[in-house]
T-cell receptor, first 113, second 116 residues
């Protein structure tokens, strides 16, 4: 069965430091991959997506992610974190079995001054 | 454009009561979804719709019903609320395009439901 794993429940980084959030998926074919961000009390907003082509994709707010087929990973990165990046981040895989997207459990990011 | 809106934002029910959550989108999207979000579990799909007049079950459909009489609206009903249905409910929509059904989803702000 398809699944998405985000190994880190929460991460704390200092403002200005780099960030990497991990995502691993289990899927038989080439997946459609997404990263979403959820600020407190809000719905999810798309950060970036990968369908095909260049395995390094750029998103909004200075985020990028790299698709590594050999590792079944789609990790999210940002070179310098801002306090406003504090939020919960969800990795997701589109399910070609029929109109379904599978979400990971999320990683909550805390940013310290 | 308002995007995806949800009504109400908060609701408290007693066990056994019924209610309907309304989702509306003004982006002319074909696909609409209802999710529930519980701590540590991400989002789980309740029901979804691939077009006006069509609905289908998702991962956790028991205790819920849906209807999509108009393309822009997707209603989620709880017939007899139970404490296990205490959750935050999100509606989302997505569109046809190069990714087809796998395009990104646009989310509403959520409805926080408490069942006592």
């Amino acid at each position: 069965a398809q699944s998405v794993t985000q190994p880190d429940i929460h991460i704390t980084v200092s403002e200005g430091a780099s960030l990497e959030l991990r995502c691993n998926y289990s899927y038989g074919a080439t997946p459609y991959l997404f990263w979403y961000v959820q600020s407190p009390g809000q719905g999810l907003q798309l950060l970036l997506k990968y369908f095909s082509g260049d395995t390094l994709v750029q998103g909004i707010k200075g985020f990028e992610a790299e698709f590594k087929r050999s590792q079944s990973s789609f990790n999210l990165r940002k070179p310098s974190v801002h306090w406003s990046d504090a939020a919960e981040y969800f990795c997701a895989v589109a399910h070609t079995g029929g109109f379904k997207t599978i979400f990971g459990a999320g990683t909550r990011l805390f940013v310290k001054a | 454009n308002a995007g995806v809106t949800q009504t109400p934002k908060f609701r408290v029910l007693k066990t056994g009561q019924s209610m309907t959550l309304l989702c509306a989108q003004d982006m002319n999207h074909e696909y609409m979804y209802w999710y529930r979000q519980d701590p540590g579990m991400g989002l789980r799909l309740i029901h979804y719709s691939v077009g006006e007049g069509t609905t289908a079950k998702g991962e956790v459909p028991d205790g819920y019903n849906v209807s999509r009489l108009k393309k822009q609206n997707f209603l989620l009903g709880l017939e007899s609320a139970a404490p296990s249905q205490t959750s935050v409910y999100f509606c989302a929509s997505s569109y046809e395009g190069s990714g087809g059904a796998y395009n990104e989803q646009f989310f509403g702000p959520g409805t926080r439901l408490t069942v006592l």
